[in-house]
């Protein structure tokens, strides 16, 4: 530092220490941000006409942070902090999700470590202690994002079994009701025999498992002549009500309209045309058990087959006469596969491998069962969100993600909703034993946390939403239920801009999972490298919308790069001598060196812009690293040491504090910590964008 005293000028500035570090800054800046009332839209400064807001994907209670958490929540706080420091009047609206069957699980799992069974307890009494648990580890995961410097705002927190949320559940329920959309009904859902309750598709967790594919023949009544059909789960052709073959298969040409003898049960059922059937699959031919397989429901609707349920909740034979009633399903298959060879009508068996649908909680085999169940009708409010995707209402980045959600869309079945388990909401009908689908009350969320069905002030002020960022694992499960929730209660869509961002793999391809020891704790990388260069390194590998191949390295650059902006301050600190904030541009620099840097900061600026503009944060970050440290540090400050001019100093002044500004929202700790230290009077969250 020039001089032994501050000058006027120097008065908010402080002698930067020798090295960044992270854990002398990051939960200080935060205290400064949350004491700011900032993250508050309603306490932001200045007039502020445009309105930006985003909903976190609310993440269950029963969770930790995991690196999806990180990545997803990153690029909307880049986001947020992006268009709060252009003016907007941003909300960033948090919250957590029951989590229906997940936190059922877990509550369960603790109370057994305890020598509890739910069952002794009864249902109220459970109940009240899943509340114990929300009270104690519900907000773990909150507090997870806090440490990431996400800047929600938390006086709005919502949780998903809060009173307003309730009524809001009981509202849509109700109004889908008047509307004649929801039916109880006998129809085939996806049923956990260990878990006693319905499951989503998301709730399937696919295996890939050796097995056996088995050849069955069925003799064709009135001839000498077998068909054959292959399948992996020959227990089900207890419950076979037809075979069935593609119209346009020579093969099978003159036994359409025929019959055959089901084996063992000895029961007579057609032979059926359906395009639907491949016949380059296998024998070309298909047994039908409508009530235990999803395609054969379908087949068996077209059809108009019975369905004929052989395999009851508790995962017994059901409704064949004589000595399988009663079986458990592997000891079924044992029994039907020693029949038909003891009969000559196993044709042969071989190696199989296949995926194989469990549930994600217990681990086990899902059964596709007829039970009856609560249906949401999807056709007439999927042609809403379809109609609101090929207009544009609803926009999808990368674009390809439009096209695989209306695929979907066109051709989803009836949405079972209801779940036989204690936690969740009550389904508000006679006889209410059932809990929703957790995705039902968490499609309503852009307006439900908003306050709706109530006309509230927050509901007016900040909904449709802007934009939602989430993987593409719920893609359809959760955005596009959001999006026809949105337009049947409200008119509008929730939000204008889907942004699907990549999945973060291991460094070799592989899934991430902590049961398979492939997890990386996002926390355990911040007490390692800090939240700015955990935060740079995730998003710096975030390009094009492929899925990310983790790479460690990329966090310690990150950490590098911190060091080097710290190093780049304390170099333009001593270099000028005065504090830095708050010096203009040269208006008409004489110097090459000084005019050549300014023109490249232009272009850094308006790149940044642009990118963060079009959700290319990947390219956006590659694009700030490159032109400080290489343009600013390596080119320019190695020019300026040849300079003692007062156009240098302003320009080192100038370029510096625009370099904190248009990379706060990518590392927002180091450049709020050296905006303070070298003059900033103001917090730089709130700062303008350089234009």
Request: charged share 25%; net charge neutral.
């Amino acid at each position: 530092m020039r001089g032994a005293s501050r000058t006027k000028s120097q008065k908010h500035m402080k002698e930067l220490s020798p090295a960044y570090n992270p854990k002398q800054t990051e939960e200080k800046i935060y205290k400064k941000w949350l004491d700011s009332g900032y993250f508050n839209p309603d306490n932001l400064p200045g007039k502020r006409e445009k309105k930006y807001t985003v909903m976190i994907a609310p993440p269950n209670i029963t969770g930790n942070l995991h690196m999806g958490h990180a990545l997803e929540n990153t690029i909307s706080d880049i986001l947020i902090r992006f268009h709060r420091m252009r003016g907007y009047k941003t909300l960033w609206l948090p919250g957590t999700d029951h989590g229906g069957i997940s936190t059922n699980t877990v509550v369960e799992k603790d109370l057994k470590k305890q020598g509890i069974n739910r069952h002794d307890l009864g249902k109220e009494k459970f109940i009240e202690e899943v509340w114990k648990w929300r009270e104690k580890y519900g907000n773990i995961i909150l507090d997870q994002l806090k440490r990431m410097g996400f800047s929600l705002d938390w006086s709005r927190t919502t949780f998903t079994m809060d009173a307003n949320y309730r009524n809001a559940v009981k509202t849509a329920f109700e109004k889908y009701k008047a509307e004649g959309l929801i039916y109880q009904g006998e129809r085939l859902v996806n049923w956990c025999i260990k878990d006693q309750t319905a499951l989503s598709d998301l709730e399937l967790e696919y295996v890939e498992e050796k097995s056996k594919l088995w050849h069955l023949k069925y003799p064709v009544k009135g001839s000498n002549e077998f068909i054959t059909v292959a399948t992996t789960r020959p227990e089900t052709m207890l419950g076979d009500t037809a075979v069935a073959v593609n119209p346009k298969d020579p093969r099978y040409a003159n036994l359409i309209g025929k019959a055959v003898m089901l084996p063992i049960v000895n029961r007579e059922i057609p032979i059926v045309a359906d395009q639907f059937v491949e016949m380059e699959f296998g024998t070309g031919a298909v047994k039908i058990t409508p009530a235990h397989d999803f395609a054969d429901s379908e087949t068996a609707e077209r059809n108009q087959l019975p369905f004929l349920k052989v395999i009851n909740e508790i995962g017994k034979i059901i409704n064949v006469n004589g000595e399988f009633n009663g079986l458990k399903i592997m000891e079924a298959r044992e029994k039907v596969l020693e029949k038909l060879r003891g009969a000559g009508l196993l044709e042969k068996e071989e190696e199989f491998t296949h995926n194989v649908a469990k549930c994600y909680r217990c681990g086990l085999n899902v059964e596709p069962m007829l039970s009856k169940q609560w249906f949401l009708k999807i056709k007439p409010l999927a042609e809403k969100a379809i109609r609101a995707i090929e207009q544009g209402s609803v926009k999808y980045y990368p674009e390809k993600w439009a096209n695989i959600a209306l695929e979907r869309l066109r051709n989803e079945r009836d949405w079972c909703i209801s779940r036989q388990i204690w936690w969740g909401h009550p389904i508000p009908a006679e006889g209410g034993a059932d809990t929703f689908d957790t995705w039902f009350s968490s499609a309503l969320w852009p307006f439900a946390a908003l306050g709706w069905p109530e006309k509230t002030k927050d509901l007016q002020e900040f909904y449709p939403t802007t934009a939602i960022t989430s993987g593409r694992d719920i893609l359809h499960i959760w955005i596009s239920k959001m999006i026809f929730s949105g337009l049947e209660f409200t008119g509008q869509a929730p939000f204008k801009d889907v942004l699907i961002h990549a999945t973060i793999l291991t460094k070799d391809g592989r899934r991430m999972s902590k049961s398979l020891g492939t997890g990386i704790d996002p926390i355990e990388l911040i007490e390692k490298y800090g939240a700015d260069a955990t935060r740079f390194g995730l998003i710096y590998q975030a390009l094009g919308g492929q899925d990310i191949h983790f790479n460690e390295e990329v966090l310690m650059m990150g950490k590098k790069f911190c060091n080097k902006i710290w190093n780049i301050a304390k170099f333009v600190q001593i270099k000028t001598g005065s504090a830095i904030i708050g010096a203009a541009r040269p208006e008409n620099p004489n110097e090459a060196p000084n005019k050549n840097i300014l023109e490249k900061l232009a272009a850094a600026q308006k790149q940044a812009t642009e990118k963060i503009t079009a959700y290319e944060f990947g390219q956006a970050a590659h694009d700030l690293y490159d032109f400080i440290w290489h343009e600013f540090a390596d080119i320019y400050i190695e020019e300026s040491k040849k300079s003692e001019s007062a156009e240098t100093r302003q320009t080192l002044s100038y370029c510096l504090q625009t370099i904190l500004k248009i990379l706060h929202p990518f590392m927002p700790f180091i450049t709020e910590e050296l905006w303070a230290q070298t003059g900033g009077a103001n917090l730089l969250m709130i700062e303008a964008w350089p234009n």
